[in-house]
């Protein structure tokens, strides 16, 4: 199995579009075959140089997870946070 792990921050005052990204990222297990698990969750601020969101996603192989990159409804969800992410970092491993 695949876990995918995304960390991104977003810029101050766009918290209503950080919403948006949100609920779309959020829609994603319901449009796209592969997704085994998701969970998307806010940092409790409380450490210098968090990020301030956090998704995890888990996939049955690369293949499966490539094709959920490729899906034009993730392509749609990333491009929401064009021009407002400060900060994304992205990590994928074997468990």
Do not use: T
Not at 4 to 27: P, T
Not at 64 to 93: C, N, S, T
Request: charged share 25%.
């Amino acid at each position: 199995m695949i876990r995918h792990v995304v960390l991104f921050e977003h810029a101050a005052g766009h918290e209503q579009r950080v919403s948006e990204i949100i609920a779309a990222l959020n829609r994603l297990p319901q449009q796209i075959d592969g997704i085994r698990d998701w969970s998307i969750s806010e940092d409790l601020g409380h450490r210098a140089g968090s990020c301030r969101w956090c998704l995890i996603a888990h996939f049955d192989s690369m293949e499966r997870m490539q094709a959920y990159l490729d899906h034009p409804a993730h392509v749609a969800a990333v491009k929401l946070g064009d021009g407002i992410l400060e900060k994304l970092a992205e990590h994928d491993h074997e468990v």
